[in-house]
């Protein structure tokens, strides 16, 4: 297991402005958002629909080109950031989504596989004892070759953390990652993202309306209306 300082920022945000459109149509989304994120901790991001957690999530994930102030993420400044610099933050990233987005035409396995398809220097037959490592970690090991449509909700969704986790990325975000999933199926995926990310010591920042799973979080950060409203140490946060 790496060693963690917890002292170290691995998501700096200062003075971010994010806008949607251009000319007259040209819309302000998030305002002078302002956030520190240490190595390994789990961040829960929540507030109402439209408050601008999903698109501070994908600034933050290099999905999105950052417009106005800064945001380093791994001591890199993403803001002014090229396609190319914006690729290569991708790969430091697991990403983890409502829909698990895996394809339909692949195994369980080979969808995991996926998610080291872009890291140098691992051979195929590592590529897949990883894998199937990872699959097993998310009790899955008896379901390597089952296609999507033979798996349950709570199953698709573990393979997808799995594919999001078997590359030991430094960063994991999650966007809703329990909203298709009851509530036994949600409290387990995300205690499993809980506990692997931490024996792989990750930082998690994970979007979520469900709040049966607030008390995982080491802070949570409220959004309303493109503005952090609040930052604070677990449920205290949204109270």
Known sequence: MQTINFAD????IENLDHYFGKAQLRKQVLFNVNLKINAGEIII??????????TLLTLVGGLRSTQSGSLQVLGRELCGASAKQLTQARRNNGYIFQAHNLH???????????????????SPQEMLTRSQQMLEAVGLGNRLNYYPDNLSG????RVAIARALVSQPKIVLADEPTAALDKQSGRDVVELMQKLAKEQGC????????????????????????????????AMAVE
């Open 104 to 122: 339909g035409s692949l195994t369980a396995i080979q969808n995991v596989r996926m998610g080291l398809e872009l890291q140098p220097k691992i």
């Open 9 to 12: 920022p691995v998501i700096f």
């Open 45 to 54: 991001m929540t507030g109402p629909s439209g408050s601008g957690k999903t």
């Open 154 to 157: 709570g199953q698709k969704q």
């Open 203 to 234: 930082t998690i920042l994970l979007v979520t309306h469900d709040n049966r799973i607030l008390d995982i979080a080491d802070r949570i950060v409220y959004m309303e209306d493109g503005h952090l409203v609040r930052d604070g140490v677990g």
